[in-house]
C-alpha cells in the first residue's frame, strides 16, 4: 500500500470494472488481482467494480422464478444482487493472498444511491468522501456492480449494469476514465471471434461506441458516460492497449499480432512454484519450458500436471526462451546464471536480492548492452512496491531518507516474541508457514535486510554501498529483558533499516532492533507485513504489504514478467533495464575520505 503519511497531491485513481466474460470461475480472480496489483505498485489506487461470476446471475433469476413462480421483481432484485456480494468477497480475498491492502465495500456503506425500476433502475448519488477516506488504509477498494440502493430496497441496473456502476464511479470519484475488462482487447468492427479479419478500433465517439458495440458496453453506460463526460476504455487482462470511447473522432488501431512468450523458469521452491501457477493460468500468453530444479522426479510427482521438470540447465533453455526468471536464490549457481542469460540476450526477472545487491551494477550493464529488460521488483518489499515508488519520487525531487521493517520473517517472529514466545518457537512457526528458510540465519542476522537496505539505497540515492558495509543488530541478541522493558513504556520492537543522506555526500545506514511507539506506523505491521516510510523535502509517504510468503513474491514476479510481455507486444521505446537514472557512485561512510 502506498499513502501520503503528511498532506500530499491525491495519487491517481483507476476505475476498473471485471465483468462475468472474465471471472468465469474463482481460479479468475487472481488474474484480475494480477491487473489490479500492476495498478498500485504504479502508485494509483483502484475502485474494482466486480461482476457475478459467469452465468451466476441467470441461474439465480431461474431459482427466484421456480420458487416464486411469478416472483415480484423487488424480491428478485434482493436474490440476484447476491451474485455481486459474493464476487466482491472473492476478489477481497484473492487480493489479500496477493498481498494487496484491499477493503470491501456493499453499496449501503458508499450510500450508493439508486431511482427507477426495481431490475433497470439508475444510480443517482454516491458518498465520494465516505469512500475515498477508504484508501487511507487501503490501496484497493472492491465494490459489488450492478446494484444500488433505492427508496425500498436494493435495486439493479439491467443487464451489464456493472459498466453503468463503473461509469458513474468514475464521475463521483473523479477518476480520468473507466476501464471495463473484457474478454477481447476493445472494441472490433465486427466479432474477432467469427470474423479473423475484424479490426479493433483505437477510440471512438459515442455514437458510434453505442453502435458497433453490439451489446459489448451497457447502452446505459454509454449514454451516461457521454452525458457526464466519462472517457471509457475497453480493454483485455494484462494488454496496454485499448479502445477508448469519449469525444474523439472514430479511428482503426494498429493490428497486434501477439505470441505467446517463452519462459524458462529456473527454481520451484515456495515462490517459484507460485509463478509456475500463474503462468500455467495464462495458457494464451505464456509457453513454459521445462522447469530446473534439483531433483526432476521429486517434483514430477509433487508439482502441477503438464509441466516438465529438468536438472540439466541446457534443457531448461531450449528453443531460446524470450525470458528467464530466476526463482533459486542464494549467490552461488544463481549469481553465474543471471549474468550468463543477459549476456546472452535474454531478458531476466529475479527475486535474488543478494545477487542484485552484490552485482547491481553489472547486471545493468549487461542489460543495457544486450538491449534486454531486467526486473527484480520482488527482491525487495515483496507485494509492498517500494522500489517502484522510490524510481517515481527521485525523479521529481530529493530524497532524504527511507526507513522500514523490510524482512518479514523477522516481523513475524518479533510479533511472536511480543506475545511471549520463544525465539526457536517463533522460528519454527515462521519455518512451518513458509516464512522463513531451514537456515533462517540471513533473516534472523539481518543479512536479508542488509541486502535489500543496500538495493533501497541504489534507487533512493544512486549510491553504492555494499551489504557487508551495513551495520547490523541480529534478533539472536534480544533478551526477555528487553523485550518486556519495551511492553513497559507501551513500544513493540521491530527490525528496522534505515539510510539518509546529508547534504556533505555521506551516508548513513543501519539495521537495528527499534523500540518504537505502538501509534508508528511501522509498529502496526503485523506478521510477514513489511512497511516502509519515504522521508521527502516536503512530504512523507508510506508503502506497506506483505513481504513474505509464496503469493505476494510470485505476485511481484509476475507483475514484472507481465510488464517486460506488454513491453514487448507495444515494442514501446523505453528504457531497457529498470536502473535509476542516476550515476552510482561509491558511498563515503563516517569518516572516510572521498578519494
Not at 62 to 89: F, I, P, T, W, Y
Not at 313 to 327: G, H
Request: proline fraction near 5%.
Amino acid at each position: 500500500m502506498t499513502s501520503p503519511a503528511s498532506p500530499a497531491p491525491a495519487p491517481k485513481l483507476s476505475i476498473l470494472k471485471f465483468g462475468s466474460s472474465v471471472l468465469l470461475s474463482p481460479d479468475d480472480y487472481a488474474r484480475a488481482a494480477h491487473e489490479i496489483y500492476r495498478h498500485t505498485r504504479a502508485g494509483e489506487k483502484v475502485v474494482a467494480v466486480v461482476s457475478a461470476l459467469d452465468g451466476e446471475t441467470d441461474a439465480l433469476f431461474e431459482v427466484g422464478a421456480a420458487v416464486g413462480q411469478s416472483a415480484h421483481d423487488a424480491m428478485l432484485a434482493r436474490l440476484v444482487r447476491c451474485g455481486e456480494l459474493k464476487s466482491a468477497a472473492l476478489m477481497g480475498l484473492a487480493l489479500q493472498r496477493s498481498g494487496v491492502s484491499a477493503v470491501v465495500l456493499d453499496p449501503h456503506e458508499m450510500c450508493l444511491k439508486a431511482e427507477g425500476s426495481s431490475l433497470d433502475a439508475n444510480l443517482t448519488g454516491l458518498d465520494a468522501a465516505r469512500v475515498l477516506a477508504h484508501f487511507e488504509q487501503a490501496d484497493v477498494i472492491v465494490a459489488p456492480g450492478f446494484f444500488g440502493e433505492g427508496p425500498d430496497g436494493p435495486v439493479t441496473l439491467g443487464r451489464g449494469g456493472t459498466d453503468l456502476t463503473a461509469v458513474m464511479f468514475a464521475h463521483w470519484l473523479g477518476a480520468s476514465r473507466a476501464r471495463l475488462i473484457k474478454d477481447v482487447d476493445g472494441v472490433y468492427t465486427d466479432d474477432p471471434a467469427r470474423v479473423p479479419d475484424a479490426h479493433r478500433f483505437d477510440q471512438l465517439d459515442y455514437a458510434e461506441a453505442a453502435r458497433v458495440s453490439r451489446g459489448l458496453v451497457q447502452d446505459k453506460a454509454i449514454q451516461a458516460a457521454q452525458a457526464l463526460g466519462v472517457v471509457i476504455e475497453v480493454a483485455a487482462l494484462g494488454k496496454a492497449f485499448a479502445t477508448r470511447i469519449g469525444p474523439v473522432a472514430p479511428k482503426i488501431g494498429a493490428r497486434h499480432r501477439v505470441r505467446p512468450l517463452r519462459v524458462a523458469l529456473l527454481g520451484h521452491g515456495s515462490v517459484g512454484a507460485g509463478v509456475c501457477r500463474h503462468l500455467l493460468a495464462h495458457p494464451g500468453r505464456f509457453r513454459l519450458n521445462p522447469v530446473l530444479v534439483r531433483d526432476a522426479a521429486q517434483h514430477a510427482a509433487t508439482g502441477a500436471p503438464g509441466v516438465r521438470f529438468t536438472e540439466d540447465l541446457a534443457e531448461a533453455l531450449e528453443d531460446q526462451p524470450d525470458l528467464v526468471v530466476e526463482t533459486m536464490g542464494g549467490t552461488g549457481v544463481a549469481r553465474a546464471l543471471s549474468q550468463s542469460v543477459l549476456r546472452d540476450g535474454l531478458h531476466l526477472v529475479t527475486a535474488n536480492k543478494a545477487v542484485i545487491a552484490l552485482d547491481f551494477d553489472r547486471l545493468h550493464e549487461l542489460a543495457a548492452d544486450s538491449g534486454r529488460h531486467l526486473r527484480y521488483s520482488a527482491a525487495v518489499g515483496g507485494g509492498a512496491p517500494i522500489l517502484e515508488t522510490l524510481d517515481r519520487v527521485s525523479q521529481s525531487g530529493a530524497v532524504l531518507s527511507v526507513e522500514g521493517v523490510m524482512n518479514g520473517t523477522c516481523n513475524f517472529i518479533l510479533g511472536r516474541l511480543d506475545d511471549g514466545a520463544l525465539l526457536a518457537d517463533a522460528i519454527a512457526e515462521a519455518q512451518a508457514l513458509g516464512f522463513a528458510e531451514a537456515d533462517p540465519r540471513g533473516d534472523i542476522d539481518g543479512d536479508d535486510a542488509a541486502d535489500k537496505l543496500s538495493i533501497i539505497i541504489r534507487h533512493a540515492f544512486g549510491i553504492r554501498l555494499d551489504p557487508a558495509d551495513i551495520a547490523k543488530e541480529s534478533l539472536s541478541g534480544l533478551t526477555p529483558e528487553r523485550l518486556q522493558a519495551a511492553a513497559d513504556q507501551n513500544q513493540v520492537i521491530k527490525q528496522v533499516g534505515h539510510c539518509s543522506a546529508g547534504g556533505d555526500g555521506r551516508l548513513v545506514a543501519r539495521i537495528e532492533l527499534r523500540a518504537l511507539e505502538r501509534d508508528n506506523p511501522l509498529a502496526k505491521l503485523r506478521n510477514e507485513e513489511n512497511g516502509f516510510l519515504v522521508q521527502l523535502p516536503h512530504q512523507s509517504l508510506y508503502v506497506q504489504g506483505k513481504g513474505a510468503g509464496r503469493w505476494p513474491t510470485a505476485e511481484a514476479v509476475f507483475a514484472d514478467i507481465v510488464d517486460i510481455q506488454r513491453l514487448l507486444d507495444n515494442t514501446l521505446a523505453v528504457p531497457a533495464t529498470s536502473k535509476p537514472e542516476r550515476s552510482a557512485q561509491a558511498a563515503r561512510m563516517p569518516g572516510e575520505d572521498s578519494a
